[in-house]
């Protein structure tokens, strides 16, 4: 999912998501690409840190084959904070619009969190029910196969869909869009545990709608919390997004980062290695970029940040702000700069996360293990709003291109 995100005022800065028609671009039945917006949920004191932190601890869990299966009310409390990407996703015929997390660290679709799923005539009932527990949320429901359409007549047929008659921890959204490796559905599925569901990437490529096996993904840097400005590509690239070649990088074979879109990377502080090579993942749905706890005191010891008990993140000063050296993740031999604005907090936004407005607050936390964890960073979206990313399944490859905001003084 997607989930993870953080009392000192209730907020919910939400946008209008668009339901603009998604458009075959180039050739018909190879691209589709939808348009996706940001939304900053946040509902209590320093939450970001601990939803992200949660959803760390439970991708290695779910990797380890525990916790597929959701919790019901009763569990410990549930919190649904920082930054999700969601886009609006039309199912049944009649349709209903979905505003649907786009999560590429699970890969099951549903919907009816917020929205109650609609059944049409294109519904068709299995015998499974569905279960899936995300960092700082969790669903069941009733597994049907629908009518899934990006508009203009671009449809998945018999899209295996939770209609969830449960959930908790998706305030304001209506379920997710699950576009990571299909092995994470196996075990979702109640009785059938040992079964996989094809994903909605899957069927776009198996359907003959797509003709790549692949999405790729465009976020904006932005620093104003209602906006649309991302982009989804199913079955390639979307060259007006990028600038320069695309990197390529074949899959971790480190578990438990290889079980989902997972990659090796190092990462120096200016000219200092404060991670040496190792697995993590690449994730839409975290909101920060997180790292092993001995390299993140590496970084804390290198900037001169501080604990901030009010927004969970750390802080620098102006002072050390001026003094910030870049970030570089080097991955399969190139290396991708985050610039010092890369990695700080939007300060317009400092508001929506409890925090001051003349406070500069960094994007980098703490995973919560040292290094040789198996998973031992979080690419989020601090990182993804920086480079355009590719995740081919038929490739087993992840892959990065610099865009025209990579450098950019957003923050």
Known sequence: ?????????????????????????????????????????????????????????QLKARALGQGHQGKRAGSEPVENQGVTYVAPVAIGSPATTYSLIIDT?????????????????????????????????????????DLVSLGDGLTIENQSVGA???????????????????????????????????????NLFTQGVIGAHEVSVYFQPTNQANVTN??????????????????????????????????????????????????????????????ATDAFNAYVNATGATSDSATGLYKITAAQYANLQSLYFIINGVSYELVPNA?????????????????????????????GSGLDFINGFAFLERYYSVFDTAGSRVGFANTSYTTAETN
């Open 343 to 371: 990695q700080i907090w939007p300060r317009a936004l400092n508001s929506a996360i409890g925090g001051t407005a003349d406070s500069i607050y960094l994007i980098l936390s703490d995973i919560g293990s040292n290094s």
């Open 164 to 202: 969830a008659f449960y959930s908790e921890g998706f305030s304001g959204v209506d379920g997710i869009l699950g576009i990571g490796p299909v092995d994470l559905t196996e075990g979702t599925l109640i009785p059938s545990v040992t079964s996989t569901i094809p994903t909605v990437t899957d």
């Open 1 to 57: 999912m997607a989930p993870s995100f953080p009392i000192l005022l209730t907020l919910l800065l939400a946008l209008s998501v668009s339901a603009t028609p998604l458009t075959v671009a180039r050739d018909a039945h190879t691209l589709v690409s939808l348009p996706i917006a940001k939304r900053v949920n946040v509902t209590g004191v320093a939450q970001i840190v601990k939803a992200d932190q949660a959803r760390a601890k």
């Open 230 to 291: 991302g982009e989804l590509t199913f079955g390639g690239t979307d060259s007006s997004k990028y600038v320069g070649e695309i990197n390529y990088t074949p899959l971790t074979t480190t578990s438990s980062a290889s079980n989902y879109w997972g990659i090796n990377q190092a990462i120096s502080y200016g000219s200092t290695t404060i991670l040496s090579e190792t697995a993590g993942i690449v994730d839409t749905g975290t909101t920060l970029v997180l790292i």
């Open 105 to 145: 660290g699970s890969s099951n679709t549903w919907a009816g969190a917020g929205t109650a799923y609609a059944r049409t005539s294109t519904t068709k009932d299995t015998l499974n029910i569905v279960s899936v527990t995300y960092g700082s949320g969790n669903f069941e429901g009733q597994e049907v196969t």
